[in-house]
């Protein structure tokens, strides 16, 4: 308790400057504190299929488990934004503009409270039209839409979260962040278990636990923003909306933004190619999703340092020191996918079983982890280069790249191998399913294969030439 009133002291120091001192510790200090973040983060949403699985229905697992793609399309959309804003604040912080930084803060907010209204009704207005275009069967499609309507009912808790952890770590404190989301993690276990077993609430009680839990991260946020004595302080009578800095966000944020969101959107009909594998096939995927998800966590946490290093030295006008960081980041990820993937390989049929312990399934899940593990180290090219890049301002190329090779790439990729190369390939010799949805899965790594080369040509052609950096002006401190 004593640990957690601390981080409340406004003279409590949690900003870094990352402009000196060994770059190492830097992305070290800041990425361990998000790496351990998003597990909890992860098993934050295993909590919720896993206790609506066991304690309601099967009809309730899937009403939960199917609906992260039209989630993900609207808070991965805030998600670019927030990271825009989190940028321009590290470049201002590493500039030593405070006063810019405090504009940046409380026009970030103001955006944040207007979209969030925005958001909570778009999110229930489209529930209906997106659960039909993923066809969802009859049976969930009730508890579906009544899942969707309350947790966009209590989305502003989310993304006031989000905008607030960004802020924080943009000045280099990934540290509180983390604490608030193990809070929630731990309030959304307690109230999933209360509302579901003790109120027999179902569906609904699992969504109230969420958007509760989720509302006390954005309080305890916000608490931490307004007793700060950084620039970064927060106050509710400050809100504003400046149209330069807004700009400045969006010119970041939105390609990032963009991104996401249709990146989301695709992946519902990526699901579709993996559906005609028939049941086991499809549970064999999720496992490796579920994995494939842990195992991306290291790198996409160095990826997060290094926007927020390369942001804070240029703004600082140190370049060299910037590709430094890139170039020691590249290194960490590198060695987190190779500490990895021998464990992984080796107890892929344990990892999947422990998900689903049906034999087909597991079967199926160990030979995609054991044939697609490898290929993460060309994932690292690309998050960490894409990272750099955004924390430099320049996100469009980023998010062009991927784009071209996550959504067009990729699907053109599934078309080819399910209705050309498959059947070409079976008529000179027998495929058994697994076989077949081994090659249809090797769509990602060829993804991830254009997108570290295209992005990495970028990097090394350009550099930062293209960065969109602050001005130094002179602010009144």
């Known amino acids: 308790m004593s640990g957690i ?19 190492l510790r830097h992305l070290l200090i800041f990425a361990f504190p998000l790496l351990i973040g998003n597990i909890f983060q992860q098993l934050y ?25 039209i989630i993900n399309m609207l808070i991965g959309f805030f998600g670019g934004l927030s990271g825009g804003a989190g940028a321009v604040i590290s470049q201002y912080y590493g500039a030593r503009q405070e006063k810019n930084v405090q504009r940046t803060v409380h026009t970030a907010m103001t955006m944040t409270l207007v979209m969030g209204v925005l958001f909570t009704a778009i999110g229930i207005a489209v529930t209906p039209f997106m659960l039909r275009m993923m066809n969802t069967p009859d049976e969930v499609f009730g508890q579906s839409q009544t899942y969707l309507t309350v947790y966009f009912a209590g989305i502003m808790g989310l993304m006031i979260y989000n905008i607030g952890s960004g802020i924080l770590r943009a000045v280099g404190d990934s540290t509180r962040p983390f604490y608030f989301l193990v809070v929630s993690a731990l309030l959304n276990t307690v109230l999933d278990l209360f509302f579901v077993l003790g109120l027999n609430m179902g569906v609904e009680g699992v969504a109230f636990a969420t958007i509760l839990a989720q509302g006390v991260s954005a309080v305890l946020v916000i608490i931490t923003l307004m007793r700060t004595t950084s620039c970064i302080r ?9 149209l330069d800095i807004f700009a400045k966000i969006l010119k ?10 249709v990146t989301s959107f695709s992946n519902v009909f990526v699901q579709s190619y993996i559906n005609q594998f028939g049941p086991d096939g499809m549970s064999g995927w999720t496992s490796y999703a579920k994995i494939d998800q842990l195992i991306l966590l290291p790198m996409q946490s160095v990826s997060l340092a290094s926007t927020t290093f390369v942001a804070q030295n240029l703004g600082s006008r140190q370049p060299e020191r910037a590709k430094k960081g890139v170039r020691t980041a590249l290194l960490l990820s ?23 312990s049906r034999e087909e399934v597991v079967v199926i899940g160990a030979l995609l982890l054991r044939f697609i593990t490898p290929f993460y180290l060309l994932c690292c090219i690309n998050q960490i280069y894409a990272g750099a890049l955004r924390g430099a301002g320049d996100s469009l190329v980023p998010m062009i790249t991927m784009l071209v090779s996550f959504v067009a790439f990729r699907q053109l990729m599934l078309y080819l191998l399910t209705y050309h190369w498959i059947p070409a390939i079976a008529a000179t010799m027998p495929l058994t399913d697994n076989a077949r949805l081994i090659i249809t899965a090797m769509a990602y790594p060829a993804g991830w294969l254009l997108a570290s080369t295209l992005i990495s040509i970028y990097y090394h052609v350009r550099g930062f030439s293209k960065s969109k950096l602050i001005e130094h002006e002179q602010q009144p401190q």
């Not at 970041?252 to 969101?261: K, Y």
């Open 5 to 23: 009133l601390r981080m409340f002291r406004p003279k409590e120091k949690h900003d870094v400057d990352m402009t000196e001192g060994s770059i």
């Open 45 to 69: 949403n295993m909590v919720d299929t896993w206790v609506v699985g066991n304690f309601v229905s099967n009809e309730a697992y899937s009403a939960v488990g199917s609906v992260g793609p």
């Open 234 to 242: 927060f106050s509710f009578r400050q809100l504003n909306f400046e």
């Open 252 to 261: 970041v944020g939105l390609p990032s933004a963009l991104q996401m969101a």
């Open 334 to 356: 590198f060695g987190s996918v190779l500490i990895l993937m021998l464990p992984v390989m080796l107890f892929a049929p344990s990892m999947v079983a422990f998900f689903n």
